[in-house]
């Protein structure tokens, strides 16, 4: 639910309570606790407040909820994999039209062109930004879309181990971890240059017949612009899948990935007109050649025809658990988040070409200006080399958790503090920049922290 907005929940009359009772046929409540041994029930009332009126709780929720830093009222410079980018109100209006927020599984096509027909839209766009041939419904977000690329390509090639670069997100690497366990399928990573790019010298040593796919991020966990057609090389000449993860928003200005050689693309589409929620839910996205669609994880929406030669939509190749032998399937995810996918089609289609474009510009615009204006201040300076998109590392000369902190009391989210990934950049900080910040807020952020800092 957006920001001020309140849900409303109606209780049961004490009449509706006796007839559930009688129609179970028991006494009270209480008969139905009775097998729950008595040292295991609490043996009191709850020590809760007494029950307040609908506006009194509304004011007491909202003013728990503003002792949390929101983007209403905090200006955020926070990126890793979550952006604060504009979401039109049209998007969330949509999607509270009960037709499409209490839509389920489109089990029954006849019943189900309307979801069907959003599915296949989201697909075709993801197919348009990527530069793939097919895509699916949706994961559940950008870490679990790029675990099951590497599970994928695991199978794809019958081979056993997945390489990755040492630049791409350590949250979704985590993810993938964790996936990748149940298979035994080991994790070799290739360390950055100091451009802070994916080292390619290293990764033509590391790259062997034993490797399933080599996974790059575009643009990287850093912010900076990979060179996608070397890694792409080095992984097709040793037989290697070549798996790109996108910030779908950049894909506005940069050539897409199925351009320069990769075989699957994944992303998180957060950024695709969802606010950040705390952290969810998101949208993952996943595409990847023809050649490989028998082995795409999850669900895909097809055109086709009915007996009277009309155009409709099914559900077509889930190769999933529910649907076929366990040990055929390709993956054990078993939906899509259909919602945040269709406010991603929503967002692509009130923007536009034209408006999804400008939205990347100025974001990298003003984040070349945030760079510029930051790195004039005595003892900050750029951690890498590399050209970047919308993010950028800074070296601070003070402690960065400490600087952060300070600024979170002038109601700055400064950045992300990159210690917390690896001890040689913990004297770092990730920017990120969106359409979002102006040329003040930029500029107050610059002089809090040359103050911080001097």
Not at 124 to 131: D, K, R
């Amino acid at each position: 639910m957006r920001h001020g907005e309140a849900m409303r929940y109606l209780t049961t009359t004490a009449a509706q309570r006796r007839a559930m009772l009688e129609t179970i046929g028991a006494d009270d409540i209480e008969a139905l606790l009775e097998r729950i041994p008595g040292k295991a029930r609490l043996g009191r009332d709850l020590t809760i407040p007494p029950a307040l009126a609908e506006g009194d709780l509304i004011r007491h929720l909202a003013g728990l909820a503003e002792e949390n830093a929101h983007t209403d009222a905090y200006v955020s410079f926070l990126g890793a994999g979550a952006y604060d980018h504009y979401a039109p109100s049209m998007i969330n209006h949509m999607l509270l039209r009960s037709e499409y927020f209490t839509a389920y599984t489109p089990y029954q096509p006849e019943a189900s062109q309307g979801t069907l027909r959003t599915i296949y839209e989201y697909q075709t766009m993801v197919c348009e930004l990527t530069g793939m041939d097919v895509a699916n419904a949706s994961l559940y977000d950008g870490g679990s879309a790029l675990a099951e690329a590497a599970l994928m390509a695991h199978s794809a090639t019958e081979r056993e181990e997945v390489v990755v670069s040492g630049a791409l997100s350590p949250l979704a690497r985590r993810v993938m971890a964790t996936y990748c366990e149940g298979s035994r399928l080991p994790i070799r990573v290739v360390p950055w240059t100091d451009d802070g790019v994916t080292d390619l010298d290293r990764l033509r040593k590391v790259v062997s017949k034993k490797t399933a796919c080599v996974m790059a991020q575009y643009p990287n966990f850093f912010g900076c612009l990979e060179d996608l057609e070397a890694q792409a090389r080095i992984a097709h000449a040793a037989g290697a899948l070549f798996v790109v993860s996108v910030d779908p928003i950049a894909l506005a200005l940069l050539r897409p990935p199925g351009e320069v050689g990769a075989d699957v693309v994944v992303g998180e589409g957060q950024g695709l007109g969802s606010p950040l929620n705390f952290g969810g839910p998101y949208l993952g996205l996943f595409a990847c050649r023809k050649e490989l669609v028998r082995r795409m994880p999850g669900r895909l929406v097809g055109a086709t025809v009915d007996s009277q030669g009309r155009r409709g939509f099914v559900l077509t190749l889930q190769t999933r658990e529910q649907h076929i032998r366990r040990e055929k399937a390709t993956s054990n995810i078993c939906t899509n988040v259909a919602l945040v996918a269709l406010g991603a089609t929503i967002y692509l289609a009130l923007l536009g070409k034209e408006g999804f474009r400008k939205a990347a510009t100025l974001s990298t615009a003003k984040a070349h200006y945030a760079a510029e204006v930051l790195g004039k201040i005595p003892g900050v300076t750029p951690r890498f080399g590399a050209p970047f998109f919308k993010e950028f590392a800074l070296r601070l000369p003070k402690s960065p958790d400490r600087l952060l902190r300070a600024l979170r009391k002038k109601r700055i989210l400064g950045g992300v503090a990159l210690g917390q990934f690896d001890r040689g950049l913990r004297d770092s900080i990730l920017v990120a920049v969106t359409e979002r910040r102006t040329r003040a807020e930029i500029d107050a952020y610059a002089l809090a922290l040359a103050a911080l800092v001097a």
